[in-house]
């Protein structure tokens, strides 16, 4: 990631482009890419305008609920900013920010082995670039510290700039869900996925 920086111009840089290129549908406003890429306003936008300016992003408006001073509901139209899927070079600066930014496996394991004993961790959806997975990370263990292990979560997002959708169980719950053929379990299981840790012996 930090050669990247340096090509791309920096890490704030890197991250609100990776954020766009991941999220194609989403409309963000300054506030919320500073809550997502961790940066301050002023950098933010600047960097926005730059995005702007050669293409890669667009405005776009958009309504949402807010309140009157009376309390009452009221729709509120703003003006934020989409991805535009014309850009030229759309493919591959998808292909290079992603393949780039994902963590080794043995870095995922070493990250959230600090938030239990874990038991079974598996990749699917954004860490093997199949776009159309329900789940990206399922997290399998005992003694699990769930509020560690989300922290962690939102970090990672935070370095790959896209919501992760992952699901953390407790050993005896999985086991259950996969006795039942539970759809969430068998969404992972029966598309593809990598088994990046596997102490449970399950086969799939």
Not at 54 to 78: D, F, N, Q
Not at 173 to 191: E, N
């Amino acid at each position: 990631m930090e050669t990247l920086s340096k090509i791309f111009g920096g890490r704030i840089h890197t991250k609100i482009m990776r954020l766009f290129l991941l999220n194609p549908d989403k409309i963000y406003s300054a506030k919320s890419v500073m809550a997502v890429c961790r940066g301050g306003k002023g950098q933010v936008e600047r960097e926005l305008k730059a995005f702007e300016k050669i293409g890669l992003i667009k405005r776009k408006h958009y309504t949402r609920e807010g309140k009157t001073r009376a309390g009452k509901k009221s729709r509120v139209r703003e003006s934020g900013w989409t991805l535009n899927n014309s850009f030229i070079y759309l493919s591959q600066l998808r292909t290079m920010l992603v393949d780039s930014v994902l963590l080794k496996s043995n870095d995922i394991v070493k990250r959230l082995g600090r938030g239990g004993n874990l038991k079974l961790v598996v990749l699917a959806g954004i860490f093997i670039q199949n776009w159309d997975s329900r789940v990206d990370l399922l997290v399998v263990g005992e003694k699990l510290k769930k509020g560690s292990l989300e922290r962690m979560m939102r970090s990672m997002e935070s370095e790959i700039g896209r919501e992760l959708h992952y699901s953390i169980l407790d050993t005896h719950d999985f086991q259950y869900r996969m006795s039942v053929g539970d759809k969430l379990i068998r969404d992972i299981f029966d598309y593809p996925h990598e088994t990046i840790l596997n102490k449970l012996g399950v086969e799939a």
